[in-house]
């Protein structure tokens, strides 16, 4: 008989699987198909109270001649994994992904991505204590539809609880993350309203509980309840995808800003650098010419005394200024040249030019005196740029 205390749910599948059992040892069935029996039967018929309650070959109920899905004192990686092996012994390869991990590295996988990798998270808690808990995971959780839907659409993350200390350490992690209002939804579920699935969805940067699902649910109506989480995450994550695109286009005007300001530094800098490199040039161009300009006047001596045969010489310069000198009949001509330096018009770049007669005087006379090429009276010389 069935124990009293059982739910309706749990009567109603618990005698479900046994009737499947008893047809199938009476030739009854016409087709399974993922291990659910098809047929037509009477409510009557399969309602019968006559129907022993055995437990359900691959549950547990509490007997230690199965493995625990999870072990108490283990890590959560090494617990998961070992849900993962021994539920595979149980119900076959054909389930949903189990996240390996903490509760908090599953919500930063489905919620710390970007706004278009963003998925609902499902937490699957399980227990083995219930009769649901046989049914639930072989009809509902190893649907192929359904776990094929809930790769493509969620991170799930699996916690057993038939232990109660695992009961109370998931308490713990649910209140450390979602705080002391997520404790009591959870503790409203454990662990009498086990199993059970609950979606979670991330708006606006806080985590809210978007449905229940419990071991009484069909897979038809999970799917359509898991198709409208989907649905409605999808319109908080379209608006999450606007806001991101606008704070990343905000990002990049304020990059491209900072971009062009160091940019402008940078030219500035260049532009200051590129003066004091000319002011050094100029100064030491300056200073350059000043040594020449010195080096010249060394070279050329004093006026003569009015008592000394002279040649007063003027020079017409090329900005038509004009410079008057005088000069010993005795001087060479290369003093000349000097004097005109020492006023900026080196000798390498200009020359002395005689217009009346027409005279260009050539390297090849700097030795000679003034004497010598007959600039013994007042004359005028013009300062030229040499080609």
Not at 33 to 42: E, G, I, M, R
Not at 290 to 303: G, H, Q, R, Y
């Amino acid at each position: 008989m069935i124990p009293s205390g059982t739910s309706n749910a749990e009567v109603y599948l618990v005698r479900r699987l046994l009737f499947v059992q008893n047809c199938r040892s009476q030739n009854k069935i016409c087709n399974f198909q993922n291990s659910v029996a098809v047929q037509v039967v009477s409510d009557d018929e399969f309602m019968d109270d006559d129907v022993p309650v055995e437990t359900p070959e691959g549950s547990n109920s509490g007997g230690s001649n199965q493995r625990r899905l999870m072990t108490h004192g283990k890590s959560t990686e090494e617990n998961v994994i070992q849900f993962l092996q021994v539920f595979e012994e149980r119900y076959g390869r054909v389930h949903p992904a189990f996240h390996i991990g903490s509760l908090k590295s599953a919500m930063t996988a489905a919620f710390n991505v970007p706004a278009d990798l963003k998925r609902p998270l499902i937490v699957f808690l399980h227990s083995d204590t219930p009769f649901t808990a046989h049914l639930f995971c072989s009809q509902v959780v190893c649907s192929e539809n359904i776990a094929r839907y809930i790769d493509q659409n969620f991170v799930m993350w699996v916690q057993d609880l038939t232990d109660s200390r695992l009961q109370r350490q998931i308490l713990t992690e649910v209140q450390s993350i979602f705080g002391t209002d997520g404790r009591r939804q959870v503790e409203f579920y454990v662990p009498d309203k086990l199993p059970l699935m609950i979606v979670i969805t991330k708006v606006a940067s806080s985590p809210q509980v978007f449905a229940v699902f419990q071991g009484d649910i069909s897979p038809d109506l999970l799917m359509a309840q898991l198709i409208d989480a989907v649905e409605n995450y999808s319109q908080t994550r379209s608006i999450e995808k606007m806001a991101e695109m606008e704070q990343e286009q905000r990002s990049m005007l304020r990059e491209q800003q900072e971009q062009e300001y160091l940019d402008s530094l940078s030219r500035d800098r260049e532009k200051d650098e590129m003066k004091k490199i000319e002011e050094k040039e100029k100064k030491l161009l300056e200073a350059t010419e000043e040594a020449k300009l010195s080096s010249f006047v060394d070279l050329i001596p004093p006026e003569p005394h009015t008592s000394c045969p002279s040649s007063d010489i003027t020079f017409k310069l090329p900005s038509g200024e004009r410079i008057n000198r005088k000069f010993s009949h005795t001087s060479q001509l290369k003093v000349l040249s000097y004097f005109i330096g020492s006023r900026g018009f080196p000798p390498n770049g200009f020359k002395l030019v005689q217009n009346f007669p027409k005279r260009q005087f050539d390297e090849d006379e700097m030795e000679l005196t003034l004497e010598d090429l007959g600039l013994t009276r007042r004359e005028i010389l013009y300062v030229e740029e040499r080609e």
